[in-house]
């Protein structure tokens, strides 16, 4: 399991991780790695996200790296039932009102769009 808490902190994660029974084999700036426990996992202080199976990905470039990030998310969620959309969606925003309401051109700027 991977454990991410503010860097800086690591040792007092470690320290928490080992009163946890869990016995750290690596780490470095920000994050704590662990074997995978049997059972839930522990209720930390430091520790501020838990990955439960972390993967490692690595490319000689940003558009590999990129690459591998995107066919790693999609083969994760391919199984996945997203109910709602995400919040990046692409809705229209609200229509403005009030003062606002002139901030905003009524017509696109240019047509060459």
Do not use: I, K, Y
Not at 38 to 66: I, Y
């Amino acid at each position: 399991m991977l454990f991410r808490c503010q860097p800086g902190f690591e040792d007092l994660l470690v320290g928490e991780l080992r009163a946890a029974g869990l016995a750290t084999t690596d780490r470095g700036g920000g994050w704590a790695l662990t074997a995978p426990a049997h059972g839930p996992a522990p209720e930390l202080c430091f520790a501020h996200a838990l990955h439960l199976a972390p993967t490692e990905l690595g490319g000689d470039s940003v558009n590999v790296l990129a690459t591998r990030l995107l066919e790693h998310f999609l083969n994760s969620a391919r199984d996945e039932r997203f109910d709602a959309p995400g919040p990046a969606s692409s809705r229209p925003p609200p229509a403005s009102t009030g003062w606002a309401a002139g901030l905003m051109p009524s017509r696109p700027l240019s047509t060459n769009c």
